[in-house]
């Protein structure tokens, strides 16, 4: 853990949003679970709805560390772009290959889906941090969300009035639809990954990878953690105001919802800046935890995908569910404990890997 080519709160926080990802994907019974580890049913924000875009804003901050690293050491943009597509593609097919588990059936083709949105998210970041400086950066993230505000508030389709948002009948969907076959945008005919709503979440991206700039030319010191805390604050009330008029929302991925969650991916991240780096917390039980989870992420993303897969079809979750709730056990609690084994059957392989120095880099 001491690897002075790394940022451990980076690899933490990733670490860390990934477990809780895994949390919230696999409860034992959807139909029973915490408030809390629920996404909210369109508008507004649970602590879920911010786990994505936590991930999302910390393959920005990546990308700005990673890539910097390259263009010191004198790789060239050819070569980085190449190998940029080729790991974005990877990303994008093994989020296609999870859609068909277990059955398949390759007469149903649904281009979207969350590893499909990081895989476009990382190229798109990546080539703009080659290629543009951060002022272009912040411009274009201004362009972004002001043009999706509009476009979503303002314009109005044959088919739709403008200003319009709800399930299947937004701007977003309405640009989905015009493009792609609806059988190919999801099983509601509408997509929480969709293309159109790519553009914000790009958005949040970008937000990391300036994070992550200026971690590297203002280095980490308390300044340093005093303006990501006073950005972050500023974010989430700029996002609260925002959703007056703009609703914060996570399956059409509003502006407002952009600002509010980048902001608080701003505050955990100053908060774990100081914590680990500053104040040299990296030796306790929960930094180990972020740590392995967060040096295989995707890799562990797509084993928990497998693990519930194979769990169902030898009915494993049929057998502990049901038999914690036949014994009495609330099922509420007994979905916990499900997502809980989830939680654990992942960290152990992402500790298998970890102890033979074995990292995928997809």
């Given at each position: ?9 980076v690899?933490?926080?990733?670490g ?5 990802m895994i ?8 139909d ?15 602590p879920t ?6 991930f999302?804003f910390?393959v920005?901050?990546?990308v ?8 010191e050491?004198?790789k ?10 080729i790991r ?7 989020g296609?290959?999870?859609h ?20 476009a ?35 109005s ?15 977003a969907?309405w ?21 159109y ?13 300036l994070?992550?700039?200026?971690i590297?030319?203002?280095k ?28 914060i ?13 980048s ?8 908060l ?27 890799a ?7 693990f519930?897969t194979t769990?169902?079809?030898t009915?494993i979750h049929?057998?502990?569910?049901g038999?914690?709730?036949?014994l ?18 992942c ?7 970890y ?8």
């Open positions: 853990m001491d690897n002075p080519n790394r940022i451990l709160s690899d933490i926080f990733r860390l949003t990934m477990s809780m949390l919230v994907n696999y409860p034992g019974s959807w029973f679970m915490y408030p809390p580890l629920v996404h909210s049913a369109w508008n507004g924000a649970t709805d911010l786990i994505f875009p936590f999302i910390i920005g901050v990546s700005a560390l990673s890539y910097s690293r390259q263009i050491s004198g060239s943009p050819k070569e980085m772009v190449k190998k940029i597509l974005g593609l990877k990303i994008y097919l093994i296609l290959f999870l068909y588990l277990p059955e398949f059936d390759f007469t149903k083709i649904n281009l979207f889906g969350v590893l499909q949105r990081i895989a998210v990382f190229v798109v970041c990546a080539l703009l941090f080659i290629y543009t400086n951060w002022k272009t950066q912040l411009y274009i993230i201004g362009s972004i969300l002001l043009g999706y505000w509009i476009t979503m508030s303002f314009v389709t044959d088919t739709l009035i403008a200003g319009t948002i709800e399930p299947g009948g937004n701007f969907f640009v989905d639809r015009l493009i792609f076959p609806i059988d190919m945008i999801g099983k509601h005919g509408w997509s929480a990954e969709g293309f709503s790519t553009f914000p979440a790009v958005a949040t991206g970008m937000t990391g990878m994070a992550g700039r200026l590297l030319t203002r980490i010191n308390e300044n340093t953690v005093i303006l990501f805390f006073i950005a972050g604050i500023c974010c989430i009330l700029a996002g609260s105001v925002w959703n007056w008029q703009f609703p929302n996570k399956k059409i991925w509003t502006s407002s919802y952009v600002l509010y969650t902001g608080w991916a701003l505050v955990v991240l100053a774990s800046l100081y914590t680990i780096d500053l104040r040299g917390y990296k030796n306790n039980l929960l930094a180990r935890y972020g740590v392995i989870f967060g040096s295989n992420a995707i562990i993303y797509v084993m928990a995908d497998i519930e769990y169902k079809y009915h049929d057998f502990v569910y038999g914690l709730t036949n009495g056990m609330a099922e509420v609690n007994a979905s916990l404990i499900w997502s809980l084994i989830s939680v654990v059957s960290f152990l392989v992402a500790l298998i890997l102890r033979k120095k074995l990292f995928f880099k997809l």
